[in-house]
């Protein structure tokens, strides 16, 4: 059996995708037949519904494999009594002293692979000779940016996963070997799925209304603060025409406390509070309920690099597997899964009325949108945790990448 070590220097469980990105991966991983073993740093939870949850309880997952914490510097607890630079200069520090920590105590439980997503952890695994895959989830900068060529030119390096082919493109031009990258994109559990009812049943069950349209949301409405397109869901139900009962905007995944300024919004667009509803993080095995009870379920990501080029949203796969119709901004990295009038319905970012004239077009057009819901679905199939995890094990095995002198990148 193969044995598989995945460092990840992160608070676990978290509300935020990272958290369930990586559980789904080990999950798949155990699922193939692998020994894994997930390690993480002891971070203290702020959120009092987190204290005590193991990751298997909170993200719905089978506890097929092993977890571990390990004592860590928990700088996240000083940064709101630091100055901004001073809590910058500390989370770096503690991802270079957790990671060199991390692969020591790595380098200690023999394995066949060491998969992370931390560049810092990756710069260590490979200082120490370990066999290393890292998934780059954003092509970093300044310091980062050394470790990370460092990385790309060590033998241990097996195998470097982007989830788009824009970071792909960036890491071949920091001198990355072209034959140690490959493009994998998010995925979904379809078995979450599978004995999901209908959308009346779902409204049923989570107490929506049977009579209206509904437009959904299902995500944290925020990333680090950055907004996620709420406001223009709002701006856009301003200007929705439609015919009888009034549409409902539903959007679900917290956090709750930016609400209000949401409220404020519609209000002031003249939006009643009734054609809105705001619902904090529900459990994972309850997701695919609430997708499946929308008419539409969006994703209007504004243009921002990392969205535009990095990101490889999970939502998006969500609701192809849950059949429903999507409207999401054309963003290239969203352009890369999702076509145009085949898969989901996509408009331009940042715009209130592109964005309500896409929900409106879906909404008057029943049948067309439900014969795209359905090729979402037949699509999916190609996006599955597991098919991701085969295509790493394969990749990252030994006879399948030899390991030829690596340039010198200067640095």
């Known amino acids: 059996m193969m044995r598989l070590m995945y460092l990840a220097n992160s608070r676990l469980p978290t509300e935020k995708a990272h958290g369930l990105q990586i559980s789904r991966m080990c999950d798949a991983f155990a699922a193939s037949g692998a020994d894994v073993l997930l390690v993480h740093p002891y971070r203290h939870q702020v959120n009092g519904a987190l204290r005590g949850r193991s990751v298997f309880d909170y993200y719905g997952v089978r506890p097929a494999f092993e977890v571990r914490t390990l004592p860590n510097w928990d700088v996240v607890a000083l940064e709101r009594f630091l ?30 692979l060491y998969y992370t997503r931390d560049v810092e952890v990756a710069f260590w ?55 140690d990258i490959v493009t994998l994109p998010d995925g979904v559990d379809l ?11 779902c409204r049923r069950q989570l107490g929506l209304p ?10 944290r409405f925020q990333t680090l603060g950055r907004e996620k397109g709420i406001p223009d869901l709002v701006r ?41 509803r705001f619902v904090d993080h529900v459990p994972a095995s309850q997701v695919p309920y609430w997708m499946r009870a929308c008419d539409v379920a969006t994703l209007p990501l504004p243009w921002e690099e990392h969205y535009a080029y990095f990101n490889s949203p999970l939502k998006i796969f969500e ?55 359905r090729r979402a679905r037949q699509e999916v199939e190609r996006y599955t945790w597991m098919r991701r995890v085969g295509s790493i094990l394969d990749l990252s095995r030994p006879s399948s990448h030899p390991q030829p002198d690596r340039p010198n990148t200067g640095h």
């Open 83 to 112: 100055p901004g630079g001073v809590s910058a200069g500390l989370s770096v520090a503690q991802a270079v002293g957790w990671g060199l920590y991390a692969a020591v105590y790595a380098a200690n439980e023999p394995a066949d």
């Open 210 to 219: 049977l009579d209206r349209s509904i437009i959904g949301y299902v995500g």
């Open 319 to 373: 609701y192809m597997a849950a059949e429903v119709p999507i409207v999401a901004t054309t963003l290239p990295a969203v352009q890369e899964v999702v076509r145009h009038g085949e898969t989901g319905w996509l408009v331009e970012p940042g715009s209130a009325t592109a964005l309500g004239d896409g929900i409106a077009s879906v909404l008057r057009n029943p049948d067309a949108a439900l014969k795209m819901a």
């Open 236 to 276: 856009a139900l301003a200007g929705l025409r439609f015919e009888g009962r009034e549409p409902l905007l539903l959007c679900v995944g917290g956090p709750m406390d930016v609400v209000p300024e949401y409220m404020a919004l519609a209000e002031r667009h003249g939006v009643p509070a009734h054609r809105l």
């Open 125 to 179: 695994l490979t200082r120490l000779g370990l066999p290393t895959a890292l998934e780059v989830h954003a092509v970093p900068r300044k310091a980062r940016r050394a470790l990370l060529r460092r990385v790309a030119c060590h033998r241990a390096l097996r195998l470097m996963v982007t989830l788009t082919s824009f970071s792909r493109d960036r890491l071949l031009a920091l001198g990355v070997p072209k034959n």
């Open 191 to 201: 078995a979450l799925f599978d004995d999901v009812p209908d959308k009346g049943e």
